[in-house]
């Protein structure tokens, strides 16, 4: 099921400042809370709500009931585009999609298990699905 806000303050966003130079502050993002494994990102980058419900149907699947899945990110930004062939001017398109935006040391994917080697397998799997760089980390 992909995932989008119920409500928005506002339709439409503009794209903001580049990723790459946002810098935030909270250390809470950058350890694991929920559980014993976790991917981290290390690149910047954009997450689309495919992507990230891809990730978590890939690693709920081989972990089955021996653990729990904790997904630290959500799509809140929305992202519009015109339709193909249509002229310049008129405003902006309508939402097309909605991302996350990705920041280096974000950790995105939590995994609580008692079977590590089974959680390890299953972040692998994930990881691959992930269009930006990424480790495991462990608690």
Known sequence: MLSFPRRSKFKKQQKGKSFNRINSTSLDLYALKAGSLGIKALSCGRLTSKQIESVRQC???????????????????????????????????????????????????????????????????????????????FN
């Open 59 to 137: 690693i709920s699947k081989i972990i089955k009931k021996q653990g729990r899945v904790k997904t630290n990110v959500f799509p809140d930004t929305p992202i519009s585009k015109k339709p193909i062939e249509v002229r310049m001017g008129k405003g902006k398109g309508a939402v097309d999609h909605w991302i996350f935006k990705v920041r280096p040391g974000f950790i995105l994917y939590e995994i609580e298990t008692s079977f590590t080697s089974l959680g390890i397998k299953a972040l692998e799997a994930g990881q691959i699905r992930l269009p930006i760089k990424s480790k495991i980390i």
